[in-house]
């Protein structure tokens, strides 16, 4: 059974920095890209950061040059570091495999805020 455990996240003023985690249980971590995305009050939820199985990574437009995701394959581990953070990037975010289609489990997510 797949599992998606994320944290990290919180409540933080413009311009601040969070870094969240995401656990993987239950795949075959290695094989697969593994994405962030989030999902703000009355929007669809949106891929913002992906990275591959080898390392390469790519960003939605909108948090290009600040947010950085890097994975540990030995520790099943995804992050997302999050810097400049803007009232915009408020959000529940989530991690889960990029694939086609869309995962259908989901982890409970992490709520950012980004309030001054």
């Known amino acids: 059974q797949v599992q998606l455990v994320e944290s990290g996240g919180g409540l933080v003023q413009p311009g601040g920095s969070l870094r969240l985690s995401c656990v993987a249980s239950?795949?075959?971590?290695?094989?697969?890209?593994m994405g962030w995305y989030r999902q703000a009050p009355g929007k669809q939820r949106e891929l913002v950061a992906r990275?591959?199985?080898?390392?390469?990574?790519n960003y939605a437009d909108s948090v290009k040059g600040r947010f950085t995701i890097s994975r540990d394959n030995a520790k099943n581990t995804v992050y997302l570091q999050m810097n400049s953070l803007k009232p915009e990037d408020t959000a529940v975010y989530y991690c889960?495999?990029?694939?086609?289609?869309?995962?259908?489990?989901w982890g409970q997510g992490t709520q950012v805020t980004v309030s001054s």
């Open positions: 990275i591959a199985s080898g390392g390469s990574t």
């Open positions: 889960n495999r990029v694939t086609i289609p869309t995962p259908n489990q």
């Open positions: 239950g795949i075959s971590f290695t094989i697969y890209a």
